[in-house]
């Protein structure tokens, strides 16, 4: 049983990382918590040393500051912008 908000998200980076045999990272994820909502940043890689581990995945959170959290809903019209002008 995962917390509103990461049961898809985890789910599907999991699979993402083990197929890709890679790093995945998903930042600003909006979890649930009794009676609020917490930013974190989620990051699966997938382990090669030692060689008893390899193939295995580990999961990693790390909780967004309040500081950035007020700014996480969107990206700056600016930014927008440039990434627009880039596409």
Do not use: C, W
Request: cysteine-free; overall charge negative; glycine content about 10%.
């Amino acid at each position: 049983m995962a917390r509103e908000g990461l049961r898809y998200e985890l789910t599907g980076l999991f699979q993402k990382a083990l197929r890709q045999i890679d790093t995945m990272e998903l930042r600003g994820l909006k979890l649930g918590t009794n009676g609020g909502q917490h930013l974190v940043d989620l990051t699966v890689p997938v382990l090669e040393e030692p060689e008893a581990l390899r193939g295995l995945v580990l999961i990693l959170f790390a909780e967004v500051p309040a500081l950035l959290e007020a700014k996480a809903p969107g990206p700056s019209p600016r930014l927008a912008e440039l990434e627009l002008g880039l596409q």
